[in-house]
């Protein structure tokens, strides 16, 4: 993965290194040291066997654990920052408890889910809207609540910080995020029906976002969701539910990945059928491949799935994204699905399709090329010269805009063929060439 720096992170490291901010790979003396541990291993999805391609893979957490029972010789605060399946405390407080061999020696498991978003993981860190700990209801657990709330009351308001049980606080955290794709799934399905009659996406969520009860936010329609934990998240969920035989919750929650795999096929398909039905050897450009813009992370990105789609039916693609690499760009479009979350070792070859270019400008990803097809939400495709782009395009030249970013008006009297996700169709899209 090719990643870029967090937005401030940099400044916050500089400021607390060597004052209260220390790396080491020292890890079993710094643990015996510790009072409180965090612990923020991966949790991969599983790709094989029991629950693969849904259940999280808690080998790393496991590994962590008896770790840390071998080298403590004192009692610890343990905070779970990975986020886990619920029930994970539990099956980690037994393998602390067996495998340390200091009798005296005791853990108080926390959950602490993480909320920080990319891109803005600093100021959501500075100013978060809650902060959530979860701990056992006894004495103990509360107290141990309270020594990490502590730790928080340095910066954040005291209401800010909401006191759970353990199994709330590792629910809240999977729940927020299925929530949150459920709204992007929920506008997306509506997008197809706007498509289908003549409403538009963006007057839609800006009208139901005026209801104080749903709020403006995470109502942008766009190509598909993505990111390392949107998806993963909602099909451990999903593994969860139906693991204690609640079926019919399973299936609500797993629709919200359907509905997100749809819309990416949905896509592919406008593409297609409104280039005359075929693709073949035609250059495509595609701006755009992270996951979303500021970011140089491909992980899930909608844009695998779609440009997957787009090579299946034979287009040439020549790729443009600010931040993303080629080799990063060769190596999702070759990666099997959830192995990107597993060590390198397992990483699989790195595309050379011939079918695929990575190019590191707009209007040379765009010249020769029978259309333009914008994934990604970066700023940078706003104040693209479009006449010029529009001149060195085959034509009819076509722009396939999957996330509404740009001035499609403007495009239009330049003469591009317009598609907009989830707004009122050209007749030339909607009827074919005929039109
Ligand atoms: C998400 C959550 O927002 C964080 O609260 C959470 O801590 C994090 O996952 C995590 O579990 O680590 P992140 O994946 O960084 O954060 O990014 P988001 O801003 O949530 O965007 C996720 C995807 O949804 C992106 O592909 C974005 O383009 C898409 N999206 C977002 C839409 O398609 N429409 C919208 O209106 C909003």
């Known amino acids: 993965m090719s990643f870029c720096p967090e937005p401030g992170l940099q400044e916050v490291v500089e400021a607390a290194r060597g004052r209260n901010l220390f790396f080491s790979t020292e890890v079993e003396k710094h643990i015996a040291e510790a009072d409180i541990v965090f612990v923020s291993v991966n949790t991969p999805t599983k790709t094989c066997g029991v629950g693969a391609g849904k259940a999280a893979d808690l080998t790393y957490w496991e590994g962590a654990a008896r770790m840390i029972a071998a080298v403590s010789k004192s009692s610890k605060i343990i905070v779970e920052k990975s986020t886990v399946p619920v029930k994970t405390a539990e099956a980690i407080e037994k393998v602390l408890k067996r495998n340390c061999s200091d009798p005296t020696v005791e853990f108080d498991i ?48 005291e209401e800010r910080i909401l006191k759970t049980n353990l199994w709330s606080a590792e629910l809240s955290k999977l729940t927020a995020n299925a929530m949150l794709a459920q709204r992007i799934s929920s506008v997306n399905s509506i997008s197809a029906l706007c498509e289908a009659t003549g409403a538009d996406i963006q007057q839609v969520s800006n009208s139901i976002g005026t209801d104080s009860r749903i709020g403006p936010k995470f109502l942008n329609a766009s190509v598909g969701f993505g990111g390392s934990c949107f998806q993963k998240d909602i099909l451990n969920l999903v593994y969860i539910c139906e693991s204690v035989g609640l079926k019919d ?9 359907t509905m997100n795999d749809y819309q990416k096929q949905r896509f592919v398909e406008r593409i297609i059928s409104a280039m005359f039905n075929t693709i073949k050897k035609k250059k495509l450009a595609v701006y755009g491949f992270a996951f979303k813009k500021d970011t140089g992370d491909t992980r899930e990105t909608p844009a695998i799935d779609v440009c997957r789609g787009l090579m299946a039916d034979g287009a ?4 443009y994204d600010p931040q993303v690499s080629e080799k990063q760009v060769r190596l999702d479009l070759a990666t099997p699905k959830f192995e990107w979350d597993h060590p390198v070792s397992k990483a699989s070859p790195v595309s050379d399709d011939e079918s695929v270019a990575i190019v590191k400008d707009p209007m040379e990803a765009a010249k020769g090329a029978h259309a333009i097809v914008v994934l990604t939400e970066w700023d940078e495709f706003k104040t693209v010269d479009y006449q010029a782009v529009y001149d060195s395009m085959v034509k009819p030249a076509f722009i396939f805009d999957g996330r509404n970013i740009l001035d499609h008006d403007a495009l239009r009297a330049m003469g591009f063929i317009v598609y907009a996700l989830g707004k009122p169709l050209d007749a030339f899209i909607l009827n074919g060439p005929a039109a």
């Open 316 to 319: 040439e693609l020549c790729i």
């Open 249 to 257: 919750v399973a299936k609500y929650w797993e629709s919200v990945v």
């Open 110 to 157: 926390l959950s602490n889910p993480e909320f920080l978003a990319e891109g803005t993981a600093i100021s959501d860190l500075t100013c978060p809207d809650r902060v959530l700990i979860g701990g056992k209801d006894t004495e103990r657990g509360r107290k141990a609540i309270d020594v990490l709330a502590s730790v928080y009351a340095h910066w954040i308001p």
